[in-house]
Nanobody, 115 residues
C-alpha cells in the first residue's frame, strides 16, 4: 500500500509563499497523475491542482496564476508552490492520485494565511 506524506505547511501572512511537498512510498508513483487537494473547515475537500505523468498541469480557477504544481518522479515527490497566498487559501492540503483517489489520505499539512 502506498503511503502519502505531505509537508511544508505553516503560518504565513497574506501575500506570502509556501512550498508543499508530498512524498509517496513505493515505486508506482510515476504511473499516476497526482493532485493536490485541500479542505477548509466546514467545507468539502476540493481539487487545487493536478499534474499528469507527462507533466501537464491544471488548476482550480481560484489558484490559477498563483500556484504551480510539479513532480519529480525520481524522488517520488509532487510539489505545490504557492505564491500570493490569501486568507481563503487556509486549509489542510493533501495529495493523492487524480482524478480518482487510489490511496488512503495522508495526514495532510496545515496552511494558515493570516496577518
Amino acid at each position: 500500500q502506498v503511503q502519502l506524506v505531505e509537508s511544508g505547511g505553516g503560518l504565513v501572512q497574506p501575500g506570502g509563499s509556501l512550498r508543499l511537498s508530498c512524498l509517496a512510498s513505493g515505486n508506482i508513483f510515476r504511473i499516476y497523475a497526482m493532485g493536490w487537494y485541500r479542505q477548509a473547515p466546514g467545507k468539502q475537500r476540493e481539487l487545487v491542482a493536478a499534474v499528469t505523468t507527462g507533466g501537464s498541469t491544471n488548476y482550480a480557477d481560484s489558484v490559477k496564476g498563483r500556484f504551480t504544481v510539479s513532480r519529480d518522479n525520481a524522488r517520488n515527490t509532487v510539489y505545490l508552490q504557492m505564491n500570493s497566498l490569501k486568507p481563503e487559501d487556509t486549509a489542510v492540503y493533501y495529495c493523492n492520485t487524480f482524478p480518482t483517489r487510489r490511496f488512503d489520505w495522508g495526514q495532510g499539512t496545515q496552511v494558515t494565511v493570516s496577518s
